[in-house]
T-cell receptor
């Protein structure tokens, strides 16, 4: 059973560019959540996907968008990057969209915007 | 506006003693709470959870206490071990959705 994987590990982008981050869920998990963790803070919920549909969204602007594929892997897209988007981006998969089941986190993608 | 607060950024405890990590929340609608542990360069890993219908949940060395009237929860680790040294996050939700995380407490267990 493979765990949650994310790619790339690190990424450097310039302000105004667009970025796509990828996440492979743990085998059998149909729910993926994305979080942004700024330095010295806890993870902040961006959105959740359940069976390819968005199933909840945090307080993030529309330039943060996502996709979930039939194999339940997922992408996070961020357009018009801003300096404040520099953070660790975590995805977490679970068996249950209600989140009452344990969420398994990937190691994260560290994004730096210059 | 921080809905979940962990007011101690760091905590040091001697090996074998009790570690107590605290968490306060402001939203009385939260009904499900979790604790996660995070090592450097790894994602958070689930430790223990508690729903608002309980005031205590135990799992081995880890016990979580919930005081709804005070909007406070705490994680007790007994006995503390050097491998417990990590950043601990508490998280709260309503109906298990849209989890709100605290800023974390870095625990150091000294041998």
């Amino acid at each position: 059973e493979t765990g949650v994987t994310q790619s790339p590990t690190h990424l450097i982008k310039t302000r105004g560019q667009q970025v796509t981050l990828r996440c492979s869920s743990q085998s059998g998990h149909n729910t993926v959540s994305w979080y942004q963790q700024a330095l010295g803070q806890g993870p902040q919920f961006i959105f959740q996907y359940y069976r390819e549909e968005e199933n909840g969204r945090g307080n993030f602007p529309p330039r943060f968008s996502g996709l979930q594929f039939p194999n339940y892997s997922s992408e996070l897209n961020v357009n018009a990057l801003e300096l404040d988007d520099s953070a660790l981006y975590l995805c977490a998969s679970s068996l249950d969209r209600l989140g009452l089941d344990e969420q398994y986190f990937g190691p994260g993608t560290r994004l730096t915007v210059t | 506006d921080q809905q979940v607060k962990q007011n101690s950024p760091s905590l040091s405890v001697q090996e074998g003693r009790i570690s107590i990590l605290n968490c306060d929340y402001t939203n009385s609608m939260f009904d499900y709470f979790l604790w996660y542990k995070k090592y450097p360069a790894e994602g958070p890993t689930f430790l223990i959870s508690i729903s608002s219908i309980k005031d205590k949940n135990e799992d081995g060395r880890f016990t979580v206490f919930l005081n709804k009237s005070a909007k406070h929860l705490s994680l007790h680790i007994v006995p503390s071990q050097p491998g417990d040294s990590a950043v601990y996050f508490c998280a709260a939700s309503r109906y298990g959705q849209n989890f709100v995380f605290g800023p974390g407490t870095r625990l150091s267990v000294l041998p």
